[in-house]
C-alpha cells in the first residue's frame, strides 16, 4: 500500500500482547503484508471482512492493559 507522495506520516505506538503479536505476524504474512499494511487494511475493509473484528477486538482488548 504505497503512500502518495508529500502526504504526512503519523505515527502510532501501541502495546499487544505476545500471543496478539504472534497472530499479527501470522495473519500480515498470509496476506503478503507487513504489519502495518496489514492493519491498515483491516481498518479500512472491516466491514468487508467479518474476520478482521476478531483481530480488531484482540488489539482493543490488549490496549486496555
Do not use: D, W
Not at 33 to 50: D, F
Request: positive net charge; proline residues 3%.
Amino acid at each position: 500500500m504505497a503512500r502518495p507522495k508529500g502526504e504526512n506520516v503519523i505515527r502510532k505506538h501501541f502495546k499487544l500482547t505476545e500471543e496478539t503479536a504472534k497472530l499479527l505476524a501470522e495473519r500480515s504474512k498470509a496476506e503478503n503484508m507487513n504489519e502495518s499494511e496489514y492493519i491498515r487494511y483491516l481498518l479500512l475493509n472491516q466491514s468487508e471482512h467479518p474476520r478482521s473484528k476478531e483481530l480488531e477486538l484482540e488489539i482493543m482488548r490488549c490496549g486496555m492493559r
